[in-house]
Nanobody, 124 residues
Framework: QVQVVESGGGLVQPGGSMTLSCVAS????????MGWFRQVPGKEREFVAA????????FYGDSVKGRFTISGDSAKKTVHLQMNNLRAEDSAVYHC?????????????????WGQGTQVTVSS
């Protein structure tokens, strides 16, 4: 089994920045990617970004391109999401996800493992 734990989150003003971090532990040998998705009550889950643990490739959702940057450490099974120029519509619960399949991770439809999530609120 794999455990995924997020850290970071909180309240930030519009235009501000915030960094989220995530670590996967347990049976992580077969993981190929880690990333983030976000959820707002009443709305569909939205893919945010993904990092390949087997090559360092990155992939972003359209709404965050140019503002968010994902990075990671394949050996430590960690990823970080640097969020800049935050907008009110970025407010959501951000979940870290980990998957054995890169294609499935970036599809945004399902994931092998994910964490409880951390709230990000963008408000003045």
């Amino acid at each position: 089994q794999v455990q995924v734990v997020e850290s970071g989150g909180g309240l930030v003003q519009p235009g501000g920045s915030m960094t989220l971090s995530c670590v996967a532990s347990g049976r992580t040998t077969n993981l190929n990617g880690m990333g983030w998705f976000r959820q707002v009550p009443g709305k569909e889950r939205e893919f945010v970004a993904a990092f390949s643990l087997s090559g360092g490739a990155t992939f972003y959702g359209d709404s965050v391109k140019g503002r968010f940057t994902i990075s990671g450490d394949s050996a430590k099974k960690t990823v970080h999401l640097q969020m800049n120029n935050l907008r009110a519509e970025d407010s959501a619960v951000y979940h870290c996800a980990a998957d054995r399949l890169w294609s499935r991770l970036i599809s945004g439809r399902q994931y092998d493992y994910w964490g409880q999530g951390t709230q990000v609120t963008v408000s003045s």
